[in-house]
């Protein structure tokens, strides 16, 4: 079974970083887009950042210069690097795979108190 999981969230003060990683199960991921997205309360879910099989990335317009997706094909995971952590940061965070269907994780709670 192809299973993503989250770790790495948690509680942290405006200015701290944190780094989120999805662990990947079940497959090989190297060719695959990979991507994180977060859900705040009453919110949507939204892209935060994708990386392609090849490496390439796309940021959503509110964590550029801040959040770095990468990932280690060796390892089957991705990362998401999180700088200068902002209030408006804190959601749950959530890996998605990409392939025959989109597959995605349970999700990892960042808080970011101010």
């Known amino acids: 079974q192809v299973q993503l999981v989250e770790s790495g969230g948690g509680l942290v003060q405006a200015g701290g970083s944190l780094r989120l990683s999805c662990a990947v199960s079940?497959?090989?991921?190297?060719?695959?887009?990979m991507g994180w997205y977060r859900q705040a309360p009453g919110k949507q879910r939204e892209l935060v950042a994708t990386i392609t099989g090849g490496g390439s990335t796309n940021y959503a317009d509110s964590v550029k210069g801040r959040f770095t997706i990468s990932r280690d094909n060796a390892k089957n995971t991705m990362y998401l690097q999180m700088n200068s952590l902002k209030p408006e940061d804190t959601a749950v965070y959530y890996c998605?795979?990409?392939?025959?269907?989109?597959?995605w994780g349970q999700g990892t709670q960042v808080t970011v108190s101010s």
């Open positions: 998605k795979l990409d392939s025959w269907r989109n597959y």
């Open positions: 079940g497959t090989i991921f190297s060719i695959n887009t």
